[in-house]
Nanobody, 115 residues
Framework: QVQLVESGGDLVQPGGSLRLSCAAS????????MYWFRQAPGKGLEWVSR????????NYTDSVKGRFTISRDNAKNTLYLQMNSLKFEDTAVYYC????????RGQGTQVTVSS
C-alpha cells in the first residue's frame, strides 16, 4: 500500500528556508503525479503544489508562487519541497500525497515560522 514519510520540518524565522522531503514506497512512484498539502492550526487541508511524473510542469497555489519549489527524484522515490522566504502564514503541518484529494498522504511534518 501507499507509504509516504515526510521529514525536514522545523522552527524557522521569517525569511528563512527549509527543504522538506517525502520518501515514498508501496507504489510506482515514478508513474504518479505527486502533491504537497498543508494544514494550518484550526484550518482545513490546503493544496500547495503538484508535479507530474517526469518532474516537470510544477503548479503552485498563489500564496507560495516564487517562494516554493517542488521537485522529485524518481531514482530515489523521493519528493521535495524547497521553501524560501518563509512567512508566518506558512506555519502548518505539511503533507505529501499521491492523489489530488490528499487522501493518500503521510503523517506530516511540522513547519513553524516564528521570530
Amino acid at each position: 500500500q501507499v507509504q509516504l514519510v515526510e521529514s525536514g520540518g522545523d522552527l524557522v524565522q521569517p525569511g528563512g528556508s527549509l527543504r522538506l522531503s517525502c520518501a515514498a514506497s508501496g507504489f510506482r512512484f515514478s508513474y504518479h503525479y505527486m502533491y504537497w498539502f498543508r494544514q494550518a492550526p484550526g484550518k482545513g487541508l490546503e493544496w500547495v503544489s503538484r508535479i507530474n511524473p517526469l518532474g516537470s510542469e510544477p503548479n503552485y497555489t498563489d500564496s507560495v508562487k516564487g517562494r516554493f519549489t517542488i521537485s522529485r527524484d524518481n531514482a530515489k522515490n523521493t519528493l521535495y519541497l524547497q521553501m524560501n522566504s518563509l512567512k508566518f502564514e506558512d506555519t502548518a503541518v505539511y503533507y505529501c500525497a499521491a492523489d489530488r484529494a490528499g487522501e493518500a498522504r503521510g503523517q506530516g511534518t511540522q513547519v513553524t515560522v516564528s521570530s
